[in-house]
């Protein structure tokens, strides 16, 4: 592909954004580096940068991995009071004058949006402009701003099939981007002390950490048959060490966060978990049989729709959270661990579902549209 290609990534937010983002630009900035080492130019001819919300998480991630960020005003208009809304449609006009900005200076030859609403206003100036875009869906429900960008983009990278029939022929079936890592997690033995991970998401989740706690002082003479990770988020980690001084006979490791999440699913036996996008994705590259606990109040409740999904596959079970008590948290857990051949038929069907891959295949749709094809020739 002659000249230079730019490639702006509207990905900010939470990680459920920026680490499918972030796998397909590594995977296209591998490629380009590579192109321009067997030229023997000397000259990088790829751009790829980064347009978010000034979140401290893209603040800290985006540049830690080599790519320039730029931020833009930008404010959510789902979930919130009228009073929150009609504050947030005041910022609108902002995030359109400051996104054409980034537009012009940077001229991207293909805009990649993964939703979130700092990603609507820079999608649909850059369709204004028909210059290419991309929706990547991690949903099987997709949310309000990829629902209202669908009409406009060039081509939808969904993650699990549930979700293109919203997308209609623009629907391409990739999996999910995720890091590399996850699916080179090693089949565990399983051989007590079972070791259960609990985790909330990158912010933890106080209704999952309380719960745990409270099951944890129940488990009685079973105690010493397992072992505990709980990651319990940065903001819960004091207050939730403070609440099991006093349990013993626990083996117990509290993490506020873990950098490597590969690493400890290696050890684990069982998943108790929240069911982001990534977060399914993830754990059924990684083959890890899991209970998933969706947010109750995530948007168009896609939380729920994503586990249930993997529950149908037979990779996941779940408990709804208006559900969940600690006798149930157990109940679930012990199902699992006193029933060995379950669980490996659980982690055998969550490798089989998973999609691995597809960092790659979205960078070819990125490249296809960046070339003027429109059409993802090597999904």
């Keep these: 592909m002659p000249g230079t290609r730019r490639v702006l990534m509207a990905a900010g937010g ?39 919300t000034g979140r401290p998480l893209e603040q800290r991630l985006i540049p830690a991995a080599g790519y320039r960020l730029r931020n833009v005003a930008a404010a959510g208009l789902v979930g919130i009071g009228w ?25 991207p ?3 990649v949006g993964v939703g979130g609403y700092g990603a609507g206003p820079v999608m649909l100036e850059a369709a204004l402009r028909d210059i290419p875009t991309l929706l990547i869906e991690p949903n099987a429900v997709p949310g309000f701003t990829n629902r209202m960008l ?14 293109a029939p919203f997308y209609g022929t623009k629907a391409v079936v990739t999996g999910h981007a995720i890091r590399k890592a996850f699916g080179q997690v090693p089949t565990k033995d399983h051989l007590p002390p079972f070791t259960v991970l609990i985790l909330g998401g990158s912010q933890g989740a106080k209704v999952i950490n309380d719960c745990v706690v409270k099951a944890l002082s129940q488990c009685g003479s079973r105690a010493a048959s397992l072992r505990w990770i709980h990651q319990t988020g940065e903001r819960e980690y004091s207050r ?17 966060f873990i950098d490597d ?6 050890r684990a036996d069982l998943v108790v978990s929240r069911s982001g996008a990534l977060s399914v994705a993830e754990l ?37 959270q208006a559900e969940l008590t600690p006798e149930r948290l157990l109940g679930e857990i012990w199902r699992s661990l006193d029933d060995l051949q379950r669980l490996r038929q659980m982690e055998q069907r969550a490798r089989l579902w998973a999609r691995p891959g597809a960092a790659e295949r979205i960078a070819d749709m990125v490249e296809d549209l960046a070339g003027g094809e429109g059409v993802a020739s090597q999904v």
């Excluded at 990680?15 to 080492?37: K, N």
């Excluded at 939730?240 to 506020?256: D, H, K, R, S, T």
Aim: glycine share 6%; hydrophobic share 50%; aromatic share 8%.
């Design 14 to 52: 939470t990680g459920g954004h920026i680490f499918p983002a972030l796998a397909v630009a590594d995977e296209l900035r591998a490629r380009w580096t590579h192109d321009d080492a067997s030229r023997h130019s000397g000259e990088t001819r790829s751009r790829i940068e980064f347009i978010g």
């Design 83 to 107: 009073w929150k809304k009609l504050q947030n449609l005041l910022v609108l006009p902002q995030s359109f004058i400051e996104a054409a900005r980034v537009l012009t200076e940077f001229q």
């Design 109 to 111: 030859d293909v805009v």
């Design 150 to 163: 669908a009409p406009v983009a060039r081509l939808a990278a969904v993650g699990f099939e549930e979700a």
């Design 240 to 256: 939730v060490c403070e609440a099991y001084l006093g349990q013993e006979g626990l083996m117990l490791e509290v993490i506020p």
């Design 261 to 266: 999440v590969p690493a400890v699913l290696a």
């Design 284 to 320: 059924a590259a990684a083959g890890k049989a899991s209970i998933f606990i969706p947010f109750a109040a995530a948007a168009e409740h896609h939380q729920s729709a994503n586990a249930r999904v993997a529950e149908r596959a037979g990779a996941a079970r779940v408990i709804e």
